[in-house]
């Protein structure tokens, strides 16, 4: 199948033609750091994916060279073309039976304490991936035990029984994230249905309450403050604990334009508003995204449910 990315059109239609510049608070240095070179080393051998890289992430360079990284499961190509996103889409191979057991094994060798894995859409298995996301949750545990897990799933979108699957193998944190509010899902996010989302961050806390659950969303893709806000109420009536607000950055022309570039003065007044809608942490920057500082913040909420618990107590 060819790279369905090259066919990627704006919601305008048409391609865009050239990036808006970007303001100041938005740049970031290129990676130079040893441990930088390290990590990707380190992904290289064991013929493993990141997120960092397929989705050209801005923090790439400050988090290897902590050797942070977010691992990338079930290949690099994705049965879905969201505009936003700059993995590729296609026809993704055959799964690797033995990349739970290489994850692992990176997790043990760069030491981490906490790991985040996420993965492609794979609309093509039948349980779109499930059994894979809980053999690699199984093979950290066993190698790394002192490691805290973090997933990042897919909507799971008709597959009965899969979200039940990854929750049974009791990551820390089960994250899904919203991306957009919903009236721009049929342009951002076609293939997704927002309250598909919505109710999958809902059922993991009904299989198991102990589990964090978290989200996140992009601004700057036309939406209005008020639809922010709402999708914020939507995810704590779903009990969410986490909330990250990042800064679209358009990966290339053919993806999805910035309609506006928020100022860090806004992110401030999202974030407590945020705050006070009842979430247990709020990250909330223009350079946040789903797994930066994941470990650090993992930290933050333990902290934050246990001082809520014990206001809480008689």
Excluded at 91 to 106: C, S, T
Aim: proline letters at 6%.
């Amino acid at each position: 199948m060819a790279n369905l990315r090259n066919l990627n059109r704006s919601p305008m239609g048409e391609a865009s033609q050239e990036f808006q510049r970007k303001p100041d608070w938005i740049r970031v240095k290129a990676p130079v750091a040893k441990a930088y070179h390290e990590t990707r080393d380190l992904m290289r051998k064991l013929s493993l994916n990141t997120v960092c890289e397929e989705a050209a992430c801005p923090n790439i360079g400050e988090c290897w060279a902590k050797k942070h990284a977010t691992v990338m499961i079930m290949g690099d190509t994705c049965t879905r073309a969201c505009a936003f996103c700059n993995i590729k889409t296609g026809m993704p191979k055959h799964l690797d039976r033995d990349e739970p057991k290489k994850v692992a094994e990176a997790i043990s060798g760069l030491g981490l304490t906490h790991v985040v894995v996420t993965s492609v859409d794979r609309d093509d298995l039948n349980d779109g991936g499930a059994h894979h996301f809980a053999a690699t949750i199984k093979a950290i545990r066993e190698a790394s035990p002192q490691t805290t897990i973090e997933v990042l799933t897919p909507d799971f979108l008709r597959k009965d029984g899969a979200i039940e699957i990854v929750a049974a193998a009791k990551p820390d944190v089960y994250n899904h994230n919203l991306e957009t509010v919903p009236r721009l899902y049929p342009t951002i996010r076609p293939g997704a249905r927002y309250f598909q989302s919505l109710r999958l961050l809902e059922q993991v806390k009904q299989c198991n309450p102990s589990i964090f659950t978290k989200s996140g969303i992009m601004v700057g893709l036309g939406e209005e403050r008020v639809e922010l806000y709402q999708v914020m109420d939507d995810l704590r009536m779903a009990d969410v604990d986490f909330l990250t607000v990042g800064q679209y950055l358009q990966p290339t022309p053919r993806h999805a334009p910035v309609v506006r570039f928020m100022p860090p003065s806004e992110f401030d007044e999202v974030a407590q508003m945020a705050r006070a809608k009842g979430f247990l942490l709020v990250a909330a920057s223009p350079l946040t995204r789903s797994s930066y500082h994941a470990g650090d913040d993992f930290e933050k909420l333990r902290a934050s449910r246990e001082a809520r618990l014990s206001a809480a107590a008689p």
